[in-house]
T-cell receptor, first 114, second 109 residues
Framework: NAGVTQTPKFRVLKTGQSMTLLCAQD?????MYWYRQDPGMGLRLIHY???????AKGEVPDGYNVSRLKKQNFLLGLESAAPSQTSVYFC?????????????FGDGTRLSIL | DAKTTQPPSMDCAEGRAANLPCNHS???????VYWYRQIHSQGPQYIIH???NNETNEMASLIITEDRKSSTLILPHATLRDTAVYYC??????????FGTGTRLQVFP
């Protein structure tokens, strides 16, 4: 019963490098989300997807791109990493957007940009 | 901006009930109150949600005032493993959750 799985769990990048974070869910959820969490703060929504092939911007989308080519996967890309993107990234999924549908979270990817 | 107000921290003795308050005075009629918690270094965990009526599940109880301007999450018998940051969230009219800074609950022996 995997739920939401994030890969990798840890990563260190140099400024200007690119990378992709992978989120996979096995619950057949339509909606998927990427959040970031900085020290002492709550989670902030980066991008989200309401279904395969669709994405939308959240609260803090700048510097990130996403893709949802398969229903079960949601990718978060950093094209040119910056130190300000050092954070913990959480992926979540939910069945629908209807009221009463809780989001299920992965355990996060800890990303450091030097 | 978060639409809820929570105390930054609370303590609770192990085995006692933990009562976590939340003010949401601007809540609209079709918005639910959600509670999540985040244990250190883990992803947030859904606890419970409600609209008007009080709710109970295997983890907690949610008491919502009649005017819906505030609510209380109750952990009936707190354990050390309940030490976490608890987030009270009012669900917007979309699927977005907006997290504030939450209440840091410390359960002590």
């Amino acid at each position: 019963n995997a739920g939401v799985t994030q890969t990798p769990k840890f990563r260190v990048l140099k400024t200007g490098q690119s990378m992709t974070l992978l989120c996979a869910q096995d619950m057949n959820h339509e909606y998927m989300y990427w959040y970031r969490q900085d020290p002492g703060m709550g989670l902030r929504l980066i991008h989200y997807s309401v279904g395969e092939g669709t994405t939308a911007k959240g609260e803090v989308p700048d510097g990130y791109n996403v893709s949802r080519l398969k229903k079960q996967n949601f990718l978060l890309g950093l094209e040119s990493a910056a130190p300000s993107q050092t954070s913990v990234y959480f992926c979540a999924s939910s069945y629908t957007t209807g009221f009463g549908q809780p989001q299920h979270f992965g355990d996060g990817t800890r990303l450091s940009i030097l | 901006d978060a639409k809820t107000t929570q105390p930054p921290s609370m303590d609770c003795a192990e085995g006692r009930a933990a009562n976590l308050p939340c003010n949401h005075s601007t809540i609209s009629g079709n918005e639910y109150v959600y509670w999540y918690r985040q244990i250190h270094s883990q992803g947030p965990q859904y606890i419970i949600h409600g609209l008007k009526n009080n709710e109970t599940n295997e983890m907690a109880s949610l008491i919502i005032t009649e005017d819906r301007k505030s609510s209380t999450l109750i952990l009936p018998h707190a354990t050390l493993r309940d030490t976490a940051v608890y987030y009270c969230i009012v669900r917007l009219n979309t699927d977005k959750l907006i997290f504030g800074t939450g209440t840091r609950l410390q359960v002590f022996p």
